[in-house]
Nanobody, 124 residues
Framework: QVQLVESGGGLVQPGGSLTLSCVTS????????MGWFRQAPGKEREGVSC????????SYAESVAGRFTISRDNARNTVYLRMDSLKAEDTAAYYC?????????????????WGQGTQVTVSS
C-alpha cells in the first residue's frame, strides 16, 4: 500500500523557517520523481518544488526560489522541503506527491499518489 505522510508544518512568524518531511512507504522511492505542492484557501493547488529520482536535479516555483530547498534521502524513504524566510503568502496546506513522469517546471508530472497534507501558517 502506497503511503506518503507529511509532517513538520505549524505556525511560524514571518522570516522564520520550517522543514517539512514526507515519509514514504509501499514503493521504492528512488524509482520516482517527487514534488511538493501547496494550496491556499480559495486558490488552486500549485507546484512548489520538484526533485528527480537521484536528487541531483531540482526545480522551484519563482515565488519560492532562493528560499526553499527540496531534498531527498532515498535510504530513509523521505523527501524534505526546507523553507526559509517565510512570508505570509506562503501560508497554505503543503502536499507531498509521487509522480510517474519527470519534473516539469516546479511540478512533478502525472501525480499518482498524494499525502494528506500539512498546514503551514505564517503570521505574527
Amino acid at each position: 500500500q502506497v503511503q506518503l505522510v507529511e509532517s513538520g508544518g505549524g505556525l511560524v512568524q514571518p522570516g522564520g523557517s520550517l522543514t517539512l518531511s514526507c515519509v514514504t512507504s509501499g514503493f521504492t522511492l528512488d524509482s520516482y520523481a517527487m514534488g511538493w505542492f501547496r494550496q491556499a484557501p480559495g486558490k488552486e493547488r500549485e507546484g512548489v518544488s520538484c526533485i528527480n529520482r537521484s536528487g541531483d536535479s531540482t526545480s522551484y516555483a519563482e515565488s519560492v526560489a532562493g528560499r526553499f530547498t527540496i531534498s531527498r534521502d532515498n535510504a530513509r524513504n523521505t523527501v524534505y522541503l526546507r523553507m526559509d524566510s517565510l512570508k505570509a503568502e506562503d501560508t497554505a496546506a503543503y502536499y507531498c506527491a509521487r509522480g510517474y513522469g519527470y519534473c516539469v517546471g516546479a511540478s512533478v508530472q502525472y501525480v499518482g499518489s498524494w499525502g494528506q497534507g500539512t498546514q503551514v501558517t505564517v503570521s505574527s
